[in-house]
Structure formats: structure tokens, C-alpha cells
């Protein structure tokens, strides 16, 4: 009798385990900014058809790919980013497993690059790939700024079920990918760097193209703020600055016999003790870690605990970028990214909680000391 265990095909892996790296429409969306965000872009523009059911365009000015490169760009595992392991533990940029855009053409009816590198000779090569991520189809020259287009149609379209799923809840799921893309507008600001000028449409079938948000990059949060949800959303806002020392928790100890505290800095912008943003949901509350947006459900809920013993009646606006050193937290957690591990993670929300508690104490005795 032949062993029952078997290698499954090649190509049956590479669809389960794209399907795990983009599982919705933001992740796709998510993947290809980051992709430009890497590619040093000052300007990103995103455009949706149909609300990302036709089709998702993602048009950068960054470095583009050179022509060396077209053939692996879509190859599983294959990355400009990182070359070894311990690699991981300095990353600086968004993408490091090279599965992103192998992952889209084993998801999606097509995939097309067009890409050029040369500031001084504007042109570009077209590039259609495959499922299987190889170049199927390769233009000549074409006239092209430099920089990057990819154009992903057809999401899910080779994975039926999921699919129709997303056309049933397209709105919703527009909505999530819309509100991810907030996070990004804001992020070179969270970063202290020269903005991204970020510009999103959709155009639903059979009607005009809109814009549905904007930033201009600029170098200030509070511009980026403003630009995205009107200069009203600024006026109870403060920045925030933390200063914080954390503790190694047991585990490292344990390791680490006498590892030192590390110390953390928090900065963004948080809304006033009296004012929160009215609203019962979180969906202006923006983490990151170094820049890099994440699901901070811990460190969210202990901002929230706190802010409540304030004020009862709201929750917080918030846009809070932790900044820790490389190696004290681990991106490579979940297929998404979004998920992140963080060293002494109990004493880091313990801590981000004093220091919150103590501001807002502060600013709440000056408040009752020069009244209102
Ligand atoms: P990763 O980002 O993890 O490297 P991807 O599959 O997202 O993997 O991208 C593969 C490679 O393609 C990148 O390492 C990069 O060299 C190149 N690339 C992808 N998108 C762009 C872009 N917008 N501009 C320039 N290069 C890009
Ligand atoms: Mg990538």
C-alpha cells in the first residue's frame, strides 16, 4: 500500500496559503500601499472599480522595478527586502516574505504591472502575470512616469465562495478597506517624515469616479487629520508625548539574566479629557508600532479603560505610534502582519496606561485651576 501522508501539489499549496496572506479586500488593498510606502513613493494614488470588485489600481511614483526583476516580482518568496533570518529583527520595511503579490495572482482573474525607474527617460514595460506569478505577457517601452501601477481584477474570482461572500458584504468590506487606508494617510506623519500624498477614488459601475479621501503630504498630523475628516475633527485634540520605561517581563529575565528596561516613547495626537470624538465605536483610534499600523485590541482597550474614568460619556480620538526598538517586537506573527508581538507587552500597556492616567490627571488639575 503507498504511505498515506503525501507532499501536497505545488501549486495547491500556493493557492491555501495565498488565501491565508490576502484574505479581504483591505489586505489586498493593505498590500499593494505598503508595496509603494517601500518602494519610497511620495504620492499614491488608489483606485477602485465597483468598490474593488472589478478591479484595484494602486499607481505610485517610488523607485519602480527594475527590468532585472520583472521575472521573479510576483515569485513566491521572492523579496528585494530581506535575504536572511536575522534580517527580521532590523526590518524597516512593510513587506519581507515576498508572498503579496504572488499571493494576488493565484487570488485574482489578472494581474498587470506596469513599472519604470528612470526619472530622466519616462518610459515603462507593461507586465501580465500569471496564476502561478510568471510573466505571461511583457510590452515594449511605454510612456510612463517613474514609478509603479499594479492593477489586480477580479479579486477571488478563483476562489468562488469567497467571492461571493465579498460581493454580498462589498460595502462593508469597502468600508473596512477605506478605513485601513486612513491609518496609511496619517502613517508618514505617525513616522515624523515628509508626508505621502495619498488619494483614493471609486467608481461604481456604470457611474462617476469620486474621491473618497484625500491628504495633501504634509509634514503635520494635524493637517492629515484635518484633511481627512474636516478642521473641526482638530478642535479637541492635544498631542500626545509620552515618556515611558518598561520593565522586562519574567520570560526575558529568565533568558536575559539582567536585561535592561527599554524605553518607550509614545507620540500623536489624543483627544482632550472633557471632548472625546462622540462616539460609542473605535474607528478613529490609530496604533502603530515604528510607523507600522497594527491590531492593537490590548493596548486600544487599556486607552479606552483609562479614558473612561475621565469621561464617562465618549471614547477617545487617538493616533499613538509607539516607538521601541527593532528588536523588541515581531511583526512576522500572522500570515496578515497585523498582528504583532510585542516584548514585556503586559508591562508595556501597564506602563502606557500610567503615564496616560498621569497626563490626563494633570491636565484635568489645570483644567479645574484656570477653569474652562
Ligand atoms: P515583499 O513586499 O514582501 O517584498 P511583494 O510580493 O509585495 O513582497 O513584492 C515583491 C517585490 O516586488 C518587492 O520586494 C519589490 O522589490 C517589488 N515591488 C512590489 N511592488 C512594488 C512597487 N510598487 N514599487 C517598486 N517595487 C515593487
Ligand atoms: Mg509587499
Not at 505610485?60 to 530581506?82: F, M, R, W
Not at 521601541?324 to 502582519?337: E, F, G, H, R
Request: contains cysteine; hydrophobic residues 35%; proline residues 5%.
Amino acid at each position: 500500500m503507498p504511505p498515506a501522508i503525501q507532499a501536497i501539489e505545488k501549486g495547491s499549496v500556493h493557492r491555501i496559503t495565498a488565501g491565508q496572506v490576502v484574505v479581504d479586500l483591505q489586505t489586498a488593498v493593505k498590500e499593494l500601499v505598503e508595496n509603494s510606502i517601500d518602494a519610497g513613493a511620495t504620492s499614491i494614488e488608489v483606485r477602485f472599480k465597483d468598490y474593488g470588485l472589478k478591479s484595484i489600481e494602486v499607481v505610485d511614483n517610488g523607485t519602480g522595478i527594475s527590468p532585472n526583476d520583472y521575472d521573479s516580482v510576483a515569485l513566491k518568496h521572492h523579496t528585494s527586502k530581506l535575504a536572511t533570518y536575522t534580517d527580521l529583527t532590523a526590518l524597516q520595511t512593510f513587506g519581507f516574505r515576498g508572498e503579496a503579490l504572488s499571493s494576488l495572482c493565484a487570488l485574482c482573474d489578472s494581474v498587470v504591472i506596469t513599472s519604470a525607474t528612470n526619472e530622466d527617460a519616462p518610459v515603462g514595460t507593461i507586465l501580465e502575470l500569471d496564476r502561478n506569478g510568471i510573466v505571461k505577457n511583457r510590452s515594449g517601452k511605454i510612456a510612463r512616469q517613474r514609478g509603479t501601477t499594479v492593477t489586480v481584477s477580479g479579486i477571488f474570482v478563483p476562489l468562488p465562495v469567497r467571492r461571493v461572500e465579498l460581493s454580498r458584504n462589498i460595502k462593508r468590506e469597502y468600508g473596512k478597506a477605506l478605513a485601513l487606508l486612513n491609518a496609511y494617510a496619517l502613517y508618514p506623519c505617525a513616522m515624523e517624515n515628509n508626508g505621502i500624498r495619498l488619494a483614493v477614488y471609486n467608481q461604481p459601475e456604470g457611474g462617476k469616479r469620486t474621491i473618497q479621501l484625500r491628504t495633501t503630504g504634509t509634514q503635520s498630523l494635524q493637517t492629515s487629520v484635518s484633511s481627512l475628516w474636516g478642521p473641526k475633527a482638530l478642535e479637541n485634540i492635544v498631542p500626545l508625548e509620552l515618556n515611558m520605561t518598561v520593565e522586562p517581563d519574567k520570560s526575558i529575565l529568565k533568558r536575559v539574566p539582567g536585561a535592561s528596561k527599554m524605553q518607550v516613547k509614545v507620540t500623536g495626537l489624543v483627544s482632550k479629557f472633557r471632548h472625546g470624538c462622540g462616539r460609542a465605536s473605535n474607528d478613529r483610534q490609530f496604533f502603530y508600532v515604528n510607523g507600522r499600523p497594527f491590531n492593537a485590541n490590548k493596548v486600544q482597550k487599556a486607552l479606552n479603560e483609562v479614558y473612561k474614568s475621565f469621561n464617562t460619556n465618549q471614547s477617545p480620538f487617538v493616533i499613538a505610534n509607539f516607538v521601541l526598538p527593532t528588536d523588541a517586537y515581531d511583526v512576522n506573527a500572522s500570515p496578515d502582519k497585523r498582528t504583532i508581538f510585542l516584548h514585556s507587552e503586559a508591562n508595556l500597556i501597564m506602563a502606557f496606561k500610567t503615564s496616560l492616567e498621569d497626563e490626563y490627571s494633570l491636565s484635568r488639575s489645570t483644567f479645574a485651576v484656570n477653569g474652562p
